[in-house]
């Protein structure tokens, strides 16, 4: 069971960036993903999740309208598109695959807004 992330990086507020969680060595069409956020010093903070399938959708009220998540199951991929960035959104991403009984990490990656 193993999750790879990539995307991330440093960006102007109002810029975009689209992170990228690979996932392999697991049925990913029975795992639902989250995506979480940690900022330093603060508590992991969920920001958005997709059904196992891609049909529903759930965002936290900082980020709705601005972030999107969408998967692909034929890929084993999902992505968290982020648009319109504030420097409140600079933290470690974390994706994670869930059914509740089984989970799986990504390693985090960096998204830094800044002037």
């Known amino acids: 069971v193993h999750l790879v992330q990539s995307g991330g990086g440093t960006v102007q507020p109002g810029g975009s960036l689209t992170l990228s969680c690979a996932a392999s060595g697991f049925a990913f069409e029975d795992y639902r993903v989250l995506w979480y956020r940690q900022r330093p010093g603060e508590e992991r903070e969920l920001v958005a999740q997709?059904?196992?399938?891609?049909?529903?959708?759930l965002y936290s009220d900082p980020v709705r309208g601005r972030f999107t998540v969408s998967r692909d199951n034929t890929k084993n991929m999902v992505w968290l598109q982020m648009v319109n960035l504030k420097p409140e959104d600079t933290a470690i991403y974390l994706c994670?695959?869930?059914?509740?009984?089984?989970?799986?990490w990504g390693q985090g990656t960096q998204v830094t807004v800044s002037a």
């Open positions: 994670k695959a869930t059914t509740g009984l089984d989970t799986a």
């Open positions: 997709i059904s196992a399938v891609g049909r529903s959708t």
